[in-house]
C-alpha cells in the first residue's frame, strides 16, 4: 500500500501507560494534564503524536497502520475516566487489487464508542480509528475490482462489521467476527476518518433518499434493529404487539420505524414522557414510563381488546425486566435482548419458564441482513432519526459534546459528525 498525501482519524490509546505532569498538546490545543506513555513500543510508520512534555514541543513516533489524514483518539486515564479526543495526521491510502477508496462524508456514534473511550469493551485495538458507521464516496478502485465500476462516485454505506456472511443463527466463525472502529480483528477500518480503504463486497449503495448524515446513521442501528425486531423477535407483519425498551436511542428508534412499516402494533418505554410523545407521533401505539413501579399495569390497559399480550418484547437494558413483562406476554413470546446497558445481567424466573417465554440473545447481524435491511429502507423511504450533528473531525469540542449527550442519555436519535466532501487538514 503506497501513502499518497495526508490525511486524519481518531484512535484509542493503550490502557498500560504511566502518569507524569505535563502540559497535554494537542495539534489544535493545549491543556493541563498528564503524560500517557505506552508499555508497548509503538511500532514503525508516520504521525503526530499528540503526547509532549510541558517543556518540549510534541514528540513524534511511527506507525505500522496506513490511516487517512484525520483520526481522533480518546485518551481515557482510567476505566471510568474520559478526557480530549485527540487528532492526528497520517498516510492516505491506496486501494488494493479488488478495494475500494472511499472518501467518507459522515459518521455516527453508538453506545459501544462510548465504552471503548472508557475501556470497557473487549478486543479493543488502540491504533485503529474509532466508529464503526459511516458513509461517504467511492473515488477509486482497485484494477481486479468487479464492482468499482458501478460504485466510482456514488454515495455508499459501509458495512459495519467483519466475520458474518449469511447464517441466520450467528456468525460463522465467531473467532473472526468483529465490529469495526477500535478494533484488533480490523485494524485499519474505522469510520472516524477522512479516507478509508474496504474490500469491494463491505459497502451497499446509500438508499437515494437519505442525506450522508442519515445514511451514516443507518449501519450498526439498522442491522443491530433489524435482527432483534425481525430475526430474532419474529416481528414480520400486521397486528403483532412488541414493547421496545428504551426509546430515544439510535437501536429503538430504528426498531419503531421498522415495526410501523411492518404493520406491527409498537409500544415503548421510556424514563422520559417527551420521549414517548415522539415515538407516538412516529407510529407507536403508546408508551410507558420505565421508572414507574406500575408501568406493566399501564401497559396492560394500552393493549388491543382482541390481541392484550404480547408476541415479543425487545430490550436493550436489562436488570429486573423478566419479572415486569412475563405476564404480558403471550405463552412463547419472544424476548430479544441486545445489549444490558443498566446492568451485565439479569433475572431469569420460573413464571417465564412455565410460559415458555424464549430469551434469544441478538448482537448485531449478517452481511445478508445487512441488504435485507437496507433493501427495507429503501423500500419504506424510512429515515433514521438524527438527535444531533457537528461539522468536521477537527472540530474536537463538538464531537466531544456529542459524546457527553450520549452518556446523559440526552440524545433522541443518533448523534454524527459531518466530514464533508472535501476533508482539509489544520495540523
Not at 498528564?34 to 513500543?41: G, M, P
Not at 446509500?206 to 450498526?220: D, I, K, M, T
Request: aromatic share 6%; charged share 20%; net charge neutral.
Amino acid at each position: 500500500m503506497q501513502p499518497i498525501g495526508n490525511f486524519t482519524n481518531i484512535i484509542c490509546p493503550p490502557p498500560h501507560f504511566s502518569l507524569s505532569s505535563f502540559q497535554f498538546t494537542f495539534p489544535l490545543i493545549s491543556i493541563p494534564f498528564f503524560s500517557i506513555h505506552s508499555q508497548i513500543a509503538p511500532p514503525p510508520c508516520l504521525a503526530y503524536s499528540t503526547l509532549g512534555k510541558s517543556t518540549a514541543s510534541p514528540a513524534k513516533y511511527t506507525t505500522r497502520m496506513s490511516f487517512p489524514r484525520h483520526n481522533l483518539s480518546s485518551l481515557s486515564i482510567y476505566a471510568n475516566t474520559i478526557v480530549r479526543l485527540v487528532i492526528r495526521e497520517v498516510p492516505k491510502p491506496t486501494p488494493g487489487r479488488k478495494q475500494l477508496l472511499v472518501r467518507l462524508t459522515a459518521a455516527a456514534l453508538n453506545h459501544r464508542d462510548l465504552f471503548i473511550r472508557h475501556h470497557q469493551y473487549p478486543a479493543i485495538s488502540f491504533t485503529a480509528p474509532m466508529l464503526a458507521d459511516g458513509c461517504g464516496t467511492v473515488i477509486q478502485a482497485g484494477p481486479d475490482s468487479t464492482r468499482g465500476a458501478s460504485l466510482l462516485n456514488k454515495s455508499v454505506i459501509l458495512t459495519p462489521m467483519r466475520g458474518w456472511e449469511a447464517d441466520p443463527a450467528g456468525p460463522e466463525d465467531g473467532r473472526r467476527f468483529s465490529v469495526t472502529g477500535s478494533s484488533k480483528l480490523c485494524e485499519e477500518v474505522g469510520t472516524a476518518q477522512d479516507y478509508i480503504v474496504v474490500d469491494e463486497d463491505e459497502v451497499e449503495l446509500a438508499p437515494e433518499h437519505l442525506s450522508n448524515a442519515e445514511a451514516a446513521a443507518l449501519p450498526l442501528v439498522g442491522l443491530t434493529g433489524w435482527r432483534a425486531l425481525v430475526t430474532k423477535g419474529g416481528i414480520t407483519g400486521a397486528g403483532q404487539n412488541v414493547l421496545i425498551t428504551g426509546i430515544g436511542g439510535g437501536v429503538a428508534l430504528q426498531m419503531l420505524q421498522f415495526a410501523v412499516a411492518l404493520g406491527a402494533n409498537a409500544y415503548v418505554s421510556s424514563g422520559d414522557q417527551a420521549k414517548i410523545d415522539k415515538a407516538v407521533a412516529m407510529g407507536a401505539k403508546g408508551g410507558v414510563i420505565y421508572k414507574n413501579d406500575d408501568w406493566a399495569n399501564d401497559l396492560a390497559h394500552q393493549l388491543p381488546e382482541d390481541r392484550p399480550f404480547l408476541d415479543a418484547v425487545i430490550d436493550g437494558a436489562g436488570g429486573k425486566l423478566v419479572g415486569k413483562v412475563v405476564r404480558l406476554m403471550k405463552p412463547g413470546g419472544v424476548i430479544a435482548q441486545y445489549g444490558m446497558t443498566v446492568s451485565p445481567k439479569m433475572d431469569w424466573l420460573m413464571t417465564a419458564v412455565l410460559a415458555n417465554i424464549d430469551l434469544r440473545g441478538c448482537t448485531m447481524g449478517s452481511k445478508k441482513e445487512f441488504r435485507d435491511m437496507i433493501a427495507f429502507v429503501r423500500q419504506h423511504k424510512i429515515k433514521p432519526v438524527i438527535s444531533k450533528t457537528v461539522k468536521g473531525l477537527s472540530n474536537l469540542d463538538g464531537i466531544d459534546g456529542l459524546f457527553a449527550d450520549m452518556e446523559k442519555g440526552a440524545q433522541f436519535g443518533k448523534l454524527v459528525i459531518e466530514i464533508g466532501e472535501e476533508p482539509s487538514s489544520k495540523l
